[in-house]
């Protein structure tokens, strides 16, 4: 009976909780989220919601809406469901992503040509800010998209409401992305311009030291690129991505580690770590350099290697003068790369 009774009252204290989730945001209930978790100015809503299936199927309550004080940005409030043992509801809004657009389009205003070759999107997230993203090719375009970053970020800190959004870099990535997704680029880096580790008075500096961060550990994971980096930076990426290192195991039951070199995700080599790793070996008649390099496997065949065999978006490296397409990546797996040396790997966090 006691043990009944406990049950009871703890049901008695669930229900509440949950009808409080059970069901969607009012309007009133939307404005007042929107006033004490975005901005406490005026906002004028639409009383007539309507509804849009969100990416998991269920359906988001809508309430188009603007600032009294600023009619020109028009976003949304949100009651967006989703799922998590019961239904639930939680606010979102696009309030700071048309908020980042209308103070993008007033910096544009004088200077039309600014952050022009950025590509702008909604995150996907529940945040639902503007992100600019930004691809560079050298150290000098990496440099110049963070200063413009920088400087569009000390604008809108400069306007009278506060704006979140994202700012994103990423190396162009020329002899091994295929993909057209750009967060797919393994150098991929974004930031919020609110985050705590931000550095206030130096935010260019901030951007351009992790996206060369980035860079540097895919340099070191496909030796692609390495003369841009000193030795202090390419040893950072390497010891901050010691989880990567692999091991090399050879028929004498020996195993070695060369410190230097990173897998990928510790399953398979780029082409450019397979050439460190045969140089290191000191044999199969290796010549060439990590982006374009020959080599004799231990079964006598003859391999070319190279970054630029791409066909429909396929890396293929030649063996015998035959085509063997590898994947969409340039990667050596383990079987062939037993196949070609006799030797396998595995990544230092198998053991």
């Avoid at 509440?16 to 209930?29: R, V, Y």
């Avoid at 990416?55 to 988001?60: E, F, L, N, R």
């Avoid at 691809?135 to 998209?145: E, V």
Wanted: proline share 3%; aromatic share 18%.
């Amino acid at each position: 009976m006691k043990k009944k009774i406990i049950i009871i009252v703890l049901l008695l204290l669930i229900i509440p909780t949950l009808s409080s989730c059970s069901s969607h945001k009012s309007e009133n209930e939307a404005v007042a989220w929107f006033y004490e978790n975005i901005v406490d100015e005026p906002v004028v809503i639409e009383s007539n919601y309507y509804e849009v299936e969100n990416d998991s199927g269920y359906t988001d309550r809508v309430w188009p809406a603007h600032l009294k004080n600023y009619p020109d940005v028009k976003f949304e409030l949100i009651s967006h469901a989703s799922y998590s043992l019961f239904p639930t509801y939680t606010m979102q809004t696009t309030f700071y992503y048309h908020l980042a657009n209308y103070y993008l389009d007033l910096y544009r205003q004088e200077d039309p040509d600014f952050l022009k070759d950025c590509i702008l999107e909604e995150s996907a997230y529940s945040a639902r800010v503007l992100v600019i993203n930004g691809i560079y090719d050298s150290l000098d375009s990496l440099h110049n998209l963070s200063q413009e970053m920088a400087q569009f970020n000390t604008y809108i800190k400069e306007q009278e409401l506060p704006c979140r959004l994202e700012f994103g870099l990423a190396y162009l990535e020329p002899l091994t992305f295929m993909g057209d997704n750009f967060h797919f680029r393994d150098t991929y880096y974004r930031v919020f311009n609110d985050d705590e580790d931000f550095l206030e008075d130096d935010i260019s500096t901030y951007l351009e030291l992790w996206a060369k961060r980035k860079w540097a550990t895919y340099a070191a994971t496909y030796r692609l690129d390495l003369e841009l980096f000193d030795e202090d930076e390419l040893s950072y990426a390497v010891v901050h991505s010691d989880y990567y290192r692999f091991t090399i195991s050879r028929e004498n039951g020996y195993d070695i580690v060369y410190p230097e070199l990173l897998s990928f995700n510790g399953d398979y080599l780029s082409f450019g770590t397979l050439y460190e790793v045969l140089l290191r070996e000191g044999q199969y008649n290796l010549s060439g350099n990590p982006q374009n390099y020959q080599f004799t496997a231990i079964d006598g065949s003859y391999y070319e290697i190279n970054y630029e065999y791409v066909e429909n978006r396929q890396f293929y490296i030649m063996q015998n003068g035959e085509k063997m397409v590898v994947g969409n990546t340039p990667f050596i797996y383990q079987d062939l790369f037993n196949k070609m040396t006799g030797l396998s790997f595995k990544g230092i966090n198998e053991y």
